[in-house]
RNA sequence: GCUGCGGUGGUCUAGGGGUUAGGACGGUAGGUUGUGGUCCUGCCAGCCCGGGUUCAAUUCCCGGUCGCGGCCCCA
């Protein structure tokens, strides 16, 4: 027999109804925070993904050639394919731009629970209007997000690289060594950073600096720590008016962490960056990430540099809906996933096709979803069918009712009845009364 | 890349060196024919793959593969 490709998944229609449900929140809040949605290939370039991460990230694409011998690749990411969209339009947009996304990655890596060699990420990305007020936007955006998905128990960890950046300078650190010292700031790793060649004093400041444990208000402590280090910050300042705007915006994620030593272990990271983390998952517990980066300088538009966006892990938001689901015992697990106007399945019974299928379109073009039994078997049957196949009612036209002009509507869920003529209109009515 | 546990119809499972590999759910057909989520019957469908040990392997051993975890990594 043939087998799914490893790391990818089939999903069937009460997964897929809920992955449906999540993504129409998603754009339901995207577009009450002015997001547009934009989408890109599939497949790119290899260059695309090399230039903005390396020759080591190919390893890890699905890359391939095409008979004229080009270079491609499943895309890994979609952060790239956008700003290789907008650099396509030599950035003739209009400014600020709000663009979310979501599309499907491929990453050839080990595929385990919450980590798949397919997997769905939704975004976004604001263009041209670098600062703190774009990040805060950026920021409630992904918050409302998960907020909307009835999501509960979720951390956000806000830190900023310029704040870092300033401190390592500070240190006289530069180049690989400075991206090195973030590495292991962001890993925690201050063993590492001491053999590294930092003096003992300034990794116990950063070491402070990485428990301070809590939102806004600890700033104030940062504030002296970085002081102390002999450190002006201006980042430290945006960092504040990031924050204090994020709250004014009303985001009110269930646990906020400032963390001056998130760093999100990527070079093109430049002034704030957050991660949203849920501890249900376990070892994959990041569902977000995102900040204020660098990347359109490789496309010779630096003045639109920097922007501000974040990719949220699609699979993973809906594990962790998944298990809050099963410990609360709740049948819903994305809100919505249920909702909708019931289907109505229509059993033709010992009658030609040419007396019902009228008033299928009909009830269809009424916007009443209908479904039809297809097959001619025992009425028994067809309900069972009918329940399984997920209607929520069910109406049998045999001739008995074509002569009495009525037909018996019937609620699955209860098996309640109710009467009406044989009209698109009066069915409709029926239903909505029932 | 490393590592732990596991793999019996589509799903859940019983069993175990020689069996017609048992059951349940499911799907399908029927129980003389217009109301299901009762019941009965028939049918569909299985020992992950390859090698080894053995007279004999689904069972034991090794490798692979797939799944579930833990590290490493994570644009």
Redesign the pocket.
Known sequence: ?F???????DFGPAEMGRRLAFEKICEEVASCYGFQRVATPTFERLEL?TA??GDG?IE??YAFKDRSDRDLTLR??L??PVMRMIAEKRGQIPKPARYSYFGS???????????YREFWQYGCEVIGAPGPLTEAEVVAFACAILTATGLKDWQLKIGHVGILNDILNNLGLSGDAKSAAM?LLD?GDFEGLAASGIDGDSVKNLRTLSQLNGGAETLVGARKIISSMGVESEALDQLEEMLSALSALGANPPSLVVDLTVA???D?YTGMVFEVLVDS????G?VC?GGSYRLFHLFDLDELDPCCGF?MGFDRVLLALEVQAQKEGSAEVVPGENSGPGVLAV?P???DNSEVLPLVGELRAAGQPVTLEL?S????????????SGATY??????????SGD??I??????A?AKCGISAEEISQTISSM
């Open positions: 027999m087998e799914r490709a490893r790391g990818t998944r993904f903005k991460s990230i890890q694409l890994p990411e952060t790239a990655c491929y990453r050839y890596e080990e595929s385990k629970r919450g980590r590495r890993k999100r272990g990527l093109y998952l376990g070892g994959e990041q990430g990719g059993i019974f010992k009658v097959r078997r025992k009425t028994g049957r067809s309900l069972a069918w009918a329940d399984a069910v109406m049998v036209v045999g001739p008995r009712d074509l002569e037909v018996t019937k609620r699955l869920s209860d098996g009845e």
